[in-house]
């Protein structure tokens, strides 16, 4: 069945500093993969999307590319802020098998920012 | 546009007890699902809709139960809630054409 893989954390960096979170997936066919956040104490916000190969999605300054060759989609951010402390999941939405409108989710990854 | 919403926000219960959560939305979305999050496990699917009057099991349905009378409404009821329920609860929704999901602010549940 379809499975997402990402980096175990917690994550700590210093304000400014470059984010690297990877995720690799199994999925058959060519699924559509995310990332969403979670802030503390809140539910989780669509972060960014790709639906086909070599894709990038894009939002808030993050970036992940959809590597067909490599199963990956690893969300990465230049200079990330204090406010970006939060919990990252990587997803994908299955093709086919009626796995098409349902979501597979990593475990997630606490990033912590510290000023 | 309220989007998805979430009663009860916290609840606390006895072995044995029975509820019910109650999720909303006002998107006119056909699927629904319920997840619950747990450390270092993600977010696992319990039961899912896919239109007014259907409803399916997830990765995790043991021990839930669901209802999906009207199409804005997803109900998730634990019967006999046990410990191991102990849990945040998240309730998601999503359209036809667009195949992201949209969350709730969760409901956080305690067994004792």
């Known amino acids: 069945g379809d499975s997402v893989t990402q980096m175990e954390g917690p994550v700590t960096l210093s304000e400014e500093a470059f984010l690297t979170i990877n995720c690799t997936y199994t999925a058959t066919g060519y699924p559509s993969l995310f990332w969403y956040v979670q802030y503390p104490g809140e539910g989780l916000q669509l972060l960014l999307k790709a639906t086909k190969a070599d894709d990038k999605g894009s939002n808030k300054g993050f970036e992940a590319t959809y590597r067909k060759e490599t199963t990956s989609f690893h969300l990465e951010k230049g200079s990330v802020q204090v406010s970006d402390s939060a919990v990252y999941f990587c997803a994908l939405s299955g093709t086919g098998g009626g796995s098409n409108y349902k979501l597979t989710f990593g475990k997630g990854t606490l990033l912590t920012v510290n000023p | 546009n309220a989007g998805v919403t979430q009663t009860p926000k916290f609840r606390v219960l006895k072995t044995g007890q029975s509820m019910t959560l109650l999720c909303a939305q006002d998107?006119?979305?056909?699927?629904m699902y319920w997840y619950r999050q747990d450390p270092g496990m993600g977010l696992r699917l319990i039961h899912y809709s896919v239109g007014e009057g259907t409803t399916a099991k997830g990765e995790v349905p043991d021990g839930y139960n669901v209802s999906r009378l009207k199409k804005q409404n997803f109900l998730l009821g634990l019967e006999s809630a046990a410990p191991s329920q102990t849990s945040v609860y998240f309730c998601?929704?999503?359209?036809?054409?667009?195949?992201?999901?949209?969350f709730g602010p969760g409901t956080r549940l305690t067994v004792l």
């Open positions: 998107m006119n979305h056909e699927y």
């Open positions: 998601a929704s999503r359209g036809l054409k667009r195949n992201e999901q949209f």
